[in-house]
């Protein structure tokens, strides 16, 4: 079999972005800011963006391109032993963050529908619906089997028809959305409170556990420590993208991306005297409260979540392809019939996670299934991938390393990031890691 490779650089970049952009960046990053005060928040994550996550994203580019190969496989090339376990790490996560991760996308989905059908009302109680909703099991699972065949579908078709062509047309047309709702967003009346709030720093909020939650977010939203980046950098055939480039200009998207639905969020809720701290119900419980104030809001209420339900398919499909990747490279499965069988079983097991919201009670660990999932994932099996991977690249395999990211011309910063490799990125992601678990 012939592996695929992208047809250009513009394409992997693009696809790379949308794996990046994410639920991470329009549902998560806005109410994180607002619950850890704002712009200072903000700074926070654009430093550590652009150091720790650039660097651990550029690792991963250069295992997948220098091998051409899934993660395991990778892996078990560069040298075998126990490192293949990183890459069993990065497809087990894979599964499993698909698998809650779709769940969530059919919210989005079922939203679009809604805002037509009596979500945007003045008589709606908004916490009531959303409870509803998620709370109800067959709903919970057509939207999150939606999901998942959307999905399957954009995989099964081929890294270039399926995923650079999707990616092509989705990302940009994510980013029009973006702006036509910042545009909408800024010109409310009262909206400059929001902008003020999300600019003004205040630094006297920022804390330890502020740096934690900026750094926990900065590695889910870039779509680390698991190998994503590692199956799109193995699709990279001639030596002609420059890593370090691609690295930056994804990190530059994704990061753009957050900070651009802050401008949606924060001046929309400010306008309308909504608190902006709500936590994770930011987006589906206070966001429709206020469009159902605002003149023509069922419309700008289904372009937000379509908005979320297109960033959301584009990193679906990441994580779908890297298990799938395994599978063709390792085990020679056809790719049709990988997709098919791998995104059928994750949606299998995402059932108990779209029924753990009130439908069933199905808790692991005293926590919903779905949230269990999302713990296991973010806090356990991402921040230690990405330091085994920051360490690899560092100590393992340096002369690969040093060669991949100087193809394209001299690396001004490779000093810097193979210290970051080596031991700054292992160091903070053990102390998060740490934290995370409550150890400290
Ligand atoms: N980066 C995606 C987001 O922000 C989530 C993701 C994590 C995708 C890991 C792929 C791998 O929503």
Redesign the pocket.
């Known amino acids: 079999m012939e592996r695929e490779y992208w047809g250009s650089k513009m394409g992997f970049w693009l696809a790379a972005a949308g794996?990046?952009?994410?639920?991470?960046?329009i549902w998560r990053f806005p109410y994180l800011t607002g619950a850890n005060g704002g712009a200072a928040f903000v700074l926070i994550y654009v430093l550590i963006a652009f150091t720790i996550g650039f660097s651990v994203m550029l690792a991963e580019f250069v295992i997948g391109r220098s091998t051409k190969l899934n993660p395991v496989g990778a892996f078990q090339k560069l040298k075998g032993g126990p490192w293949q376990i990183v890459g069993w790490m990065g497809v087990a996560a894979g599964f499993i963050?698909l698998s809650y991760?779709s769940v969530i996308g059919g919210w989005t989905i079922k939203y679009i529908l809604s805002s037509f059908t009596g979500l945007i009302s003045p008589n709606t109680d908004a916490t009531n619906y959303f409870l509803n909703f998620i709370g109800n099991g067959p709903q919970a699972i057509l939207y999150h089997a939606i999901f998942m065949a959307i999905t399957i579908y954009v995989v099964y078709r081929g890294v270039g028809k399926g995923i650079e062509d999707t990616c092509k047309i989705l990302m940009p047309a994510l980013f029009l959305i973006l702006v036509i709702l910042i545009i909408r967003a800024v010109t409310l009346p009262g909206a400059f409170a929001g902008v003020e709030f999300y600019l003004k720093p205040d630094f006297s909020k920022i804390t330890g556990q502020t740096l934690l939650a900026a750094l926990g977010q900065a590695f889910?939203?870039?779509?680390l420590g698991?190998g994503?980046m590692i199956t799109y950098g193995s699709y990279l055939g001639s030596k002609k993208a420059s890593l370090p480039q691609s690295a930056a200009t994804v990190t530059l998207l994704d990061t753009s991306a957050a900070f651009l639905a802050g401008f949606v969020i924060f001046p929309t809720v400010f306008a309308f005297g909504v608190e902006p701290g709500a936590g994770p119900g930011l987006t589906f419980i206070t966001l429709p409260k206020v469009f159902a104030m605002m003149p023509g809001g069922a419309i700008w209420s289904a372009l937000f979540f379509l908005l979320l339900c297109v960033?959301?398919i584009t990193?679906a499909i990441?994580?779908l392809e890297v298990v799938v990747a395994y599978m063709i490279d390792n085990l020679k499965w056809p790719r049709h019939k990988a997709s098919l069988i791998i995104g059928g079983a994750i949606f299998l097991l995402g059932i108990p996670s779209a029924l753990s919201n009130g439908a069933v009670p199905i808790n692991v660990f005293g926590m919903a299934f779905l949230d269990a999932m999302d713990y296991l994932a973010s806090n356990i099996l991402?921040p230690l991938g990405g330091m085994l991977i920051a360490l690899f690249v560092g100590w393992v395999i340096l002369g690969t390393a040093k060669k991949e990211t100087t193809t394209e011309g001299e690396f001004k910063f490779q000093p810097v990031w193979i210290w970051i490799c080596k031991v700054i990125a292992p160091l903070v992601i053990f102390i998060i890691f740490l934290n995370k678990i409550g150890i400290i």
């Open positions: 794996s990046a952009i994410g639920l991470g960046n963050i991760y889910f939203s870039l779509s698991m994503a960033a959301a990193s990441s994580l991402l």
